[in-house]
């Protein structure tokens, strides 16, 4: 069975406070790009679970989100068969496009499909949620508020058709790191996340783009120029809006259409330090 596991961007995230026990309380509008990981999942015949993947660097084991996944369902329902999941990663890995919890969303839902286990969709978010706070948003798809830790999730109506550029620095960060240095207790200014889902009902495309904002970008954007320079560049290009996705250090623009992000596309690739240029569009979220 192979399974199409999406990255995610962050139309608009805040950080409303970081709580005493340390995790941080987010308030973030997420919107599924159609950037694909390719999960298979395998039966075999020997128990235990093996896992391949195109990226010689990612974990195999229990450290590997997608493993974790597998893990979790088959020890709940005692699956005594085996599981072989082969793991194609296109998404760049910490990139603040979610790509692993992605690729954890799709293996729940393999799993569950390959040994017939009966869960619904909501009985699916609150297994990922053990596995990582955007793991339920990812099972779910499409636009949607996400709230809490990122695990309240409401979901919206489709944004208005548009084209999005996504550029990623051939750097990596550490979304730990980057939430460490937050001081989200002294934040002042806040992104209009409720001004941006009115937007989103309203299916207004410039009140969406009007309030698209980061408030990670606080940390970021001062420690790496080049989060500033990508965003001038797609402006400078005719995106409606260009901000950097989770912790970074994607940044992308939301174009009027793809002649647009395409001639955007040409201006980045080969930039030195630049990693992937790719183009893409909004996706709807699952169907169950
Ligand atoms: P987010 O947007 O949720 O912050 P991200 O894009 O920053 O996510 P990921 O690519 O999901 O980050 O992965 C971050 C870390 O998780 C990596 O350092 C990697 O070692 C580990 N990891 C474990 N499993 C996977 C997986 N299947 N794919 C990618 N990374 C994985």
């Known amino acids: ?67 974790k996944a597998a893990a979790l369902l088959m020890n709940e329902f005692n699956v005594t068969a085996g599981l072989h999941i082969r793991l194609q990663k296109f998404i760049p890995v910490a990139a603040g496009l979610a790509g692993g ?75 730990r790191e980057i939430y460490q240095a937050l001081r989200a207790n002294e934040l002042t200014d806040h992104p209009d996340i409720d001004g941006m889902t009115a937007a989103i009902r309203a299916g207004d495309l410039d009140g969406i783009v009007r309030r698209c904002d980061n408030v990670l970008e606080r940390v970021t954007a001062p420690r790496f120029p080049v989060i500033g320079e990508l965003e001038r560049e797609m402006l400078s290009f005719g995106a409606f809006a260009s901000i950097m996705s989770g912790s970074g250090p994607t940044v992308f623009g939301i174009f009027p259409d793809q002649e647009s992000a395409l001639a955007c596309k040409a201006a980045l690739i080969g930039r030195p330090g630049m990693g992937r240029v790719f183009a893409t569009v909004p996706m709807e979220g699952r169907r169950f």
């Open 101 to 175: 919890s992605s690729d954890a969303a799709a293996v729940l839902i393999g799993v569950n499909r390959l040994f017939g286990l009966g869960l619904t969709q909501k009985e699916l978010m609150e297994r990922g949620r053990k596995i990582g706070a955007d793991v339920p948003y990812c099972i779910l798809g499409g636009t949607a508020l996400a709230e809490g830790i990122g695990e309240i999730l409401t979901p919206l109506p489709a944004i208005p058709d548009c084209s999005i550029l996504l550029a990623k620095p051939s750097f990596s960060v550490s979304t």
């Open 1 to 67: 069975m192979i399974l199409r596991a999406p990255a995610k961007i962050n139309l608009g995230l805040d950080v409303l406070r970081k709580r005493e026990d340390g995790y941080h309380e987010v308030k973030m509008v997420m919107q599924t790009v159609a950037m694909f990981d390719t999960v298979e999942v395998t039966e075999r015949k020997e128990g235990g679970i093996t896992l391949e993947t195109n990226r010689s660097f990612l974990p195999t084991n229990e450290n590997n989100l997608a493993y």
